[in-house]
T-cell receptor, first 112, second 110 residues
């Protein structure tokens, strides 16, 4: 049973527009949520996180929103840039220590 | 500073051959260590994690094994590779909330 799901395997956005990546979870015990960005043939890199006690966290062009009642989080990238083209993974912490549960990833393509 | 090293970057191995991938962490002690695999077009699958020397937990039954002979060393092994073992293998450690990943190993079993 997947506890963290990213239902959109891919997303295509025009440069300068907003990219919205979504993630749903089922475990209400998760206490931290994170987004990672991954380029081909590289390890994922941390992008932004949010604690379960908050509903929004912003870092430059990246904003993560958390809706606990809906068990849903989203990553907004504004404005989108071609360099943002990558696979984005959402992850949640809470099952055992610092262990993360990852979603299946969403491939974002930002067209120039 | 804390860094994670993973090698080799790429590997092409014949079916039935053994495998050894190594991961080391610098600048910290007693880290939690993880091995993940990303198969082509798929998400990140947790293979093994370790909270200390000699302590290995396996998440999925498979053709692979892991060992932690030293505090900051984590090794992924196989005695006989299968075609289905092909993928991108990632080592990670958790410095706090979240993981820091190594650069990955692209394994192709032919």
């Amino acid at each position: 049973d997947q506890q963290v799901k990213q239902n959109s395997p891919s997303l295509s956005v025009q440069e300068g527009r907003i990219s919205i990546l979504n993630c749903d979870y089922t475990n209400s015990m998760f206490d931290y949520f994170l987004w990672y960005k991954k380029y081909p043939a590289e390890g994922p890199t941390f992008l932004i996180s949010i604690s379960s006690i908050k509903d929004k966290n912003e870092d430059g062009r990246f904003t993560v929103f958390l809706n606990k009642s809906a068990k849903h989080l989203s990553l907004h990238i504004v404005p989108s840039q071609p360099g943002d083209s990558a696979v984005y993974f959402c992850a949640a912490r809470g099952n055992a220590g610092n262990m993360l549960t990852f979603g299946g990833g969403t491939r974002l393509m930002v067209k120039p | 500073s804390q860094t994670i090293h993973q090698w080799p970057a790429t590997l092409v191995q014949p079916v039935g051959s053994p495998l050894s991938l190594e991961c080391t962490v610098e600048g910290t002690s007693n880290p939690n260590l993880y091995w993940y695999r990303q198969a082509a077009g798929r998400g990140l699958q947790l293979l093994f994690y370790s909270v200390g020397i000699g302590q290995i937990s396996s998440e999925v039954p498979q053709n692979l094994s892991a060992s932690r002979p030293q505090d900051r060393q984590f090794i992924l092994s196989s005695k006989k590779l299968l075609l289905s073992d092909s993928g991108f293998y990632l080592c990670a450690w958790s410095p706090g909330v979240g993981y820091t990943f190594g650069s990955g190993t692209r394994l192709t079993v032919v």
